[in-house]
């Protein structure tokens, strides 16, 4: 089971508070849940988001150090959470976590490779920009612009001459 680190905390307004499933180390999300920028306690949990967070803020074996929570976009890590817990097929007809980590680190390496390996688990790239860290997450989102011929200014054709 490894050791024990923060997930998030009490929603806002009475949205209620993740629990761990025991078995699986899945973080599990109540409906309607809303992070208000406070974690829980420290628990045993497979989710590659508070993992990849423990390692950055733990003084003992992780960054903590140099990174603080100040330093983080926490919301950002809390919503690759929720999407790397979402229950998807497992192919055998049950049902599992979508992105799961169970690691056990023996050796040093270098920081930003370690960083980028933990981050590539739940297909996410930390991005360093105006003093804070925050992940980016590879998922299905709604579309923010639709580009096409119909909203270009000059909507002419380009001729190639050969």
């Given at each position: 089971?490894?050791?024990?680190i923060?997930?998030?905390?009490?929603?806002?307004?009475?949205?209620?508070?993740?629990?761990?499933?025991?078995?699986?180390?899945?973080?599990?999300?109540?409906?309607?849940?809303?992070?208000?920028?406070?974690?829980?306690?420290?628990?045993?949990?497979?989710?590659?988001?508070?993992?990849?967070?423990?390692?950055?803020?733990?003084?003992?074996?992780?960054?903590?150090?140099?990174i603080?929570?100040?330093?983080?976009?926490?919301?950002?890590?809390?919503?690759?959470?929720?999407?790397?817990?979402?229950?998807?097929?497992?192919?055998?007809?049950?049902?599992?976590?979508?992105?799961?980590?169970?690691?056990?680190?023996?050796?040093?390496?270098?920081?930003?490779?370690?960083?980028?390996?933990?981050?590539?688990?739940?297909?996410?790239?930390?991005?360093?920009?105006?003093?804070?860290i925050?992940?980016?997450?590879?998922?299905?989102?709604?579309?923010?612009?639709?580009?096409?011929?119909?909203?270009?200014?000059?909507?002419?054709?380009?001729?190639?001459?050969r």
């Open positions: 089971r490894g050791i024990k923060r997930i998030p905390g009490a929603g806002a307004n009475n949205s209620g508070t993740p629990t761990v499933d025991n078995a699986t180390g899945r973080i599990i999300y109540p409906s309607g849940y809303i992070f208000n920028g406070t974690m829980g306690a420290a628990v045993w949990c497979s989710c590659p988001s508070m993992v990849l967070l423990d390692l950055l803020t733990t003084e003992r074996y992780g960054f903590g150090h140099h603080a929570d100040g330093n983080l976009d926490l919301f950002s890590f809390v919503q690759a959470s929720r999407y790397a817990n979402e229950l998807v097929d497992d192919g055998f007809g049950g049902q599992e976590a979508r992105f799961s980590c169970n690691v056990n680190i023996q050796s040093s390496s270098e920081a930003f490779d370690l960083i980028n390996e933990l981050a590539g688990v739940m297909r996410c790239m930390p991005i360093w920009s105006a003093g804070t925050n992940i980016s997450q590879d998922k299905p989102t709604a579309p923010s612009y639709l580009f096409n011929l119909a909203n270009e200014e000059n909507n002419t054709k380009i001729k190639l001459n």
